[in-house]
Each structure stands twice: as structure tokens, then as C-alpha cells.
């Protein structure tokens, strides 16, 4: 299991990554809470029934441990420098995931996770809890707020 462990999260780390900076919207705050998600995952991995939800699971873990974070803190700081956070994305990669992280955590979330983590409508209804039909609202309120934030048009 420590093998497979080890080979799906450093596939799936910068997805995961993406997950954490969405939610805390600070690179240095993200890498912790993915450290701690991380070990918590590596000493549940026995619980993990199928291999196939790996990355399910452990994104599930990560989402959950940020939550904690932000009430544990409360947190309120925007991220201020995110240049160094992606250190293989091209500009437009970088415009993106600078507006993404200026943008409401609550719905940049459905961004990342449609979008970075390649998850489908039911998938990301069941993880965040909510109707599919309020995860296809909310991704289309996302991306109209994404476009606006691009084009310079903050609200």
C-alpha cells in the first residue's frame, strides 16, 4: 500500500495542490495544509477500499483539512504573491490562477475542481455535498466571475 500511496499522490499532487491554494488563496498556508492532508492520508491508507478512488479520497481529505484550517484561523488574507506557485505554467496559466485565487474561495473551488481535477457534475456534487444542479449553477457563476476578473471587470 505505501507504494501505491506514494505513486498516486505524486501523481495527483499539483491537482491537490490547486485544491488547497483555491481554498486558502496562499501558497505557504496551501503546502502546509497538503503536508498535513498528505501524512493524515498516508496513515489512513488502509482504509481506502479501492484503489481506483484514490484520488477521491485523498482530495476529499485535502478539502476537508483546509475547511479545518479556515475555521481553526479564520482566515482572511488574500493571497498577495502567487508567481512562484507554478513554476512550469505559461503567462495566460498564470492570469488564470491569479484571478482564481483573487475570486471568492466558495466558488473558485468549482473551478478548480471542473476544470484542474477534470471532475465531472456527480462527482463534484457528491464531494462538496450539494445537488448536481446547484454544482452546475455555481460552476456557471464561477466562470462569469472568472471571465469579468480577466477581462478587468472586478467587482
Not at 9 to 24: D, G, I, M, P, W
Not at 67 to 78: A, D, G, L, V
Not at 95 to 113: F, G, H, N, Q, V
Request: with cysteine; aromatic share 10%.
Amino acid at each position: 500500500m505505501r507504494e501505491l500511496f506514494e505513486q498516486e499522490y505524486r501523481k495527483h499532487e499539483k491537482s491537490l495542490f490547486l485544491v488547497a491554494v483555491a481554498y486558502l488563496h496562499n501558497t505557504e498556508d496551501a503546502k502546509d495544509v497538503l503536508q498535513d492532508a498528505a501524512l493524515s492520508a498516508y496513515k489512513a491508507i488502509n482504509t481506502l477500499k479501492n484503489k481506483e478512488y484514490f484520488k477521491t479520497w485523498i482530495t476529499r481529505i485535502v478539502i476537508n483539512k483546509c475547511k479545518n484550517y479556515i475555521k481553526s484561523r479564520r482566515y482572511t488574507e488574500e493571497l498577495t504573491d502567487n508567481t512562484n506557485a507554478f513554476y512550469n505554467t505559461n503567462t495566460d496559466e498564470m492570469e488564470i490562477m491569479d484571478a482564481l485565487c483573487r475570486m471568492d474561495p466558495k466558488l473558485s473551488i468549482y473551478i478548480t475542481l471542473k476544470f484542474y481535477n477534470d471532475m465531472t457534475y456527480d462527482e463534484m456534487a457528491k464531494w462538496l455535498v450539494v445537488p448536481v444542479s446547484t454544482v452546475k449553477h455555481r460552476t456557471k457563476s464561477a466562470l462569469n466571475e472568472l471571465k469579468n476578473l480577466l477581462e478587468g471587470d472586478e467587482k
